[in-house]
């Protein structure tokens, strides 16, 4: 197949979308087909060239999160580049600039639009100030959403809530994890030994961008609680984002941040810890605890939001009450005081990610695919 890609979010910005679509692409094409990426210019790390296949439009910095460029494609470039392309249907990850452009492309060129589903607004809106535009974003969102043939969400529990909201031609496009990639066996001692973690201290790890709809003030805040029990543990931060700088100013007492990691030294931050706490409540899946799992750690979540479609409290992970930080910091503690239990979890957590295959995500994405571009080739 050839498929045309449009998303705001695309390498080298590190976030679930961003390392999702990464992933796919490169799965296609090592299975044959054809894929182009359109996204907005990112600062590429120096001395590296862009990724193959890819189609970059101006940008600027979003106000919100400068790590995220709002594009300013221009359509008849695009148009231009996708006639050449030739796609058999194109996939829109984002509903803001790249994604209207896409979904405009499909009706010009008159292939199937499939759109995803990647972020909860009307979680996010309220940790910016933004809850009063709840209703008016849903009615845009709708609007969008039904340009398209089908929009493809993490979960069921989030497809759920896009029929609540009035979105209702919907389809699955879960998540997989690399178990060799994320996996226990990459735990290390010079990794521990970084962070300021000695060989019989405890290391609780969270991997997440530093933004304020991640929890990251809720899990500081449990730590706080936590810490003076048990003053040799250690709680790592690895993510950058709107909140390192303070937090980087003012480190809370037993915190540590390692700024933004990737391959093999963030495959090492996992496995080298002891458990892993994740707060936020606005995920529509957590690739983040996904991996977790994978690398063989006990799990603390918050019971929000698409976590719960892999973390079972008591079975695989212990789950804390939303908004809770009394109780975030009782389960943290349970882990902390129990080796026991954190083995049993971490087992079950390994074999739940052992369930997850991207293999297996990606033939189902690829049915969807196939799937709608047969019924365009039908009704044409």
């Keep these: 197949m050839r498929v045309a890609y449009f998303s705001e979010v ?7 979308v ?84 896409g979904a405009r492309a499909a009706r010009i060129l008159d292939v199937p639009l499939i759109a995803s589903a990647h972020t909860d607004y009307e979680r996010y809106a309220p940790q910016y100030g933004l809850g009063w535009l709840i209703p008016a974003a849903w ?27 009035g979105v209702m031609r919907t389809g699955l496009w879960g998540r997989g994890v690399d178990t060799d990639r994320f996996a226990p066996a990459h735990r290390s001692a ?19 961008r530093l933004a304020p709809e991640k929890g990251i003030g809720e899990l500081i805040d449990a730590w706080r609680l936590v810490n003076p029990s048990h003053p040799t543990a250690r709680l790592v931060l690895v993510g950058g984002g709107l909140l390192e700088a303070s937090l980087r100013a003012s480190t809370p007492p037993g915190v540590h941040l390692t700024g933004s990691l990737r391959g093999t030294e963030l495959a090492a931050a996992y ?9 936020s409540t606005t995920e529509t899946f957590g690739n983040v605890v996904l991996e977790a799992m994978a690398s063989g750690l006990p799990c603390v979540v918050t019971g929000a939001g698409g976590v719960l479609d892999m973390a079972h409290h008591e079975e695989n ?39 997850r295959s991207w293999d297996t995500v990606h033939d189902q994405l690829l049915l969807t695919y196939v799937a709608y571009s047969l019924r365009n080739w039908q009704a044409a």
């Design 10 to 16: 695309y390498w080298p910005m590190i976030s679930g």
């Design 18 to 101: 961003s390392m999702t679509l990464e992933r796919t692409a490169t799965a296609l094409r090592r299975r044959g087909h054809a894929v182009r990426v359109y996204a907005p210019a990112y600062s590429l790390p120096a001395g590296t060239a862009d990724h193959p296949g890819v189609h970059r439009s101006r940008a600027r910095p979003l106000i919100l999160d400068s790590a995220v460029q709002w594009a300013a494609p221009r359509m008849t470039d695009i148009l231009a580049d996708l006639r050449g392309f030739r796609p058999d249907l194109i996939h829109v990850l984002t509903e803001f600039p790249m994604g209207r452009t």
């Design 139 to 165: 009615a845009y969102l709708r609007a969008f959403y039904a340009r398209a043939d089908v929009v493809l969400a993490p979960t069921r529990e989030y497809a759920t809530h896009l029929h609540r909201r």
């Design 190 to 208: 010079e990794f521990r030994a970084s962070v300021g973690v000695g060989p019989d201290d405890l290391l609780v790890v969270c991997v997440s």
């Design 271 to 279: 496995a080298s810890a002891d458990l892993f706490a994740f707060a």
């Design 317 to 355: 992970a212990l789950v804390a009450r939303p908004g809770d930080v009394v109780d975030l910091s009782t389960q943290l503690t349970r882990l902390l005081r129990d080796p026991g239990l954190r083995s049993a979890l971490g087992g079950s957590a390994r074999r739940t990610a052992l369930a």
